[in-house]
């Protein structure tokens, strides 16, 4: 650096110097003593430290944990395999809330194919590993939910009149009924308890829910409460609309401040909404063409931005459909791209621009990937479970 500076400094000195033999010489002028001579000032600053360059890296991706044939798959967002792990007795087209990814496990129900009884099974790269304290009902639907740190789970025994929530940490200590059916309970006994997801490690949501209901596209929720482990107390977030509502709550943001879904106040579906469990305010979006049942809501890390899919029959007795796409709050949601066949049953966004798409044509599940600029393209076959962190 010092070196730098003198050559520098050695450089201007002749540029002034060849400058100085082209100027008009000055006129004369008396000298001045010696004694008062402007003395020269001392150079007291540091040198400049020229800054260092530092790396910049992108953060890794997100790995794709997909399901077919009793294999789980996890893949990197080129479409490249990492690993195949055993998922014996999940059964296909399995429901919400009976598969998860945390961290480096896998966790599902494991109910032989069936979708009663079974258990939570948690699948590690090391192998299968029950968790038998989950074990339900023969008759009862089993959902579950495991903590983001992954120390806690809950889970339900959704059945008519005989439902039940519990909690315990991961190893099955400490167990408590969060919920349970009662004579006395304001819910009608074809109303069952699941569970939806945990919006901390204290936090539950879970979901007094209708059942027997058939002809559905879309899976949803019929009322959502939150369950504190801490307090062992309840807080109803959103009530059960007017006459008996369908599962219609398609989605809660990952802080459980807001649900997206077409529950109408009034007790019918519409179309989707934007529903703040805090204040209460809601937006509703328009209804866009071909929009006749509407789920699959998702949430993008990019704040504001939504995803949800609709489908209707057409006059071939087909299903078809689309999926919207919510820019930025404040905006309508568009259509970014229909469905190549079938519908699309389920998004999840692998980042801010990239969307997943699970579509569904008759017994065939299709993985996609859609870019902002409406790009869908087939990633692979098989049902999407989640995301794998790095």
């Known amino acids: 650096m010092k070196s730098r500076k003198f050559f520098i400094l050695m450089i201007l000195s002749l540029l002034i110097a060849s400058l100085a033999c082209n100027l008009p010489l000055p006129e004369e002028t008396p000298d001045v003593p010696p004694s008062e001579e402007i003395p020269p000032v001392e150079d007291t600053t540091s040198p400049v430290e020229e800054p260092t360059e530092t790396a910049t890296t992108e953060p890794p991706s997100s790995s794709i944990v997909t399901y077919s044939s009793a294999t789980f ?14 998922a014996p007795g999940l059964a296909n087209w399995a429901r919400p809330n009976q598969s998860q ?20 099974k948690r699948v590690t790269p ?18 579950f939910a495991v903590s983001p740190d992954g120390s806690k789970i809950a889970w339900g025994f959704a059945e008519w009149a005989n439902s ?81 509502s369908a599962p219609c709550w398609s989605a809660v943001s990952e802080d459980g401040t807001i649900a997206l879904g077409t529950c109408d106040p009034g007790g019918s579906m519409s179309g989707m909404r934007e529903h703040n469990l805090v204040s209460s ?12 049942q509407t789920g699959a809501a998702s949430f993008a890390p990019a704040a504001g931005r939504i995803a949800y899919c609709f489908g209707e029959r057409n006059a071939a007795d087909q299903i078809i459909g689309s999926v919207a796409v919510r ?59 989640g995301l794998m962190e790095p």
């Open 101 to 120: 990814v945390v961290g480096d496990n896998i966790y599902y129900v494991d109910s032989a194919g069936s979708s009663l009884g079974g258990m939570v």
């Open 73 to 86: 798959e996890v893949h990197t967002l080129d479409g490249t395999l990492l690993e195949s792990r055993p």
């Open 164 to 244: 039940s929530l519990m909690v315990a940490d991961i190893n099955g200590a400490n167990m408590v009924i969060a919920q349970q059916s009662s004579p006395d309970d304001a819910f009608d006994d074809f109303f069952v308890l699941e569970t939806v997801q945990w919006i901390d490690n204290d936090n539950l949501i879970y979901s007094w829910q209708i059942s027997g209901i058939g002809n559905l596209l879309y899976f949803g929720y019929s009322t959502l409460l939150k369950y504190t482990l801490s307090t062992a107390t309840t807080q109803e977030l959103v009530s059960l609309a007017s006459g008996y």
């Open 327 to 385: 820019m930025n709050s404040g905006e309508d949601p568009a259509i970014l791209a229909a469905a190549p066949s079938g519908y699309f049953t389920g998004s999840l966004w692998a980042n801010e621009s990239i969307l997943l798409l699970e579509g569904a044509q008759d017994s065939t599940q299709q993985v996609y990937q859609l870019t902002m600029a409406g790009a869908l393209t087939p990633f692979v076959e098989g049902q999407l479970i």
């Open 126 to 143: 090391a192998g299968v590993e029950d968790l038998a304290f989950t074990s339900a009902p023969v008759l009862a639907a089993l959902t």
């Open 281 to 292: 305010a809601e937006t509703v979006f328009p209804t866009l063409p071909g929009q006749q």
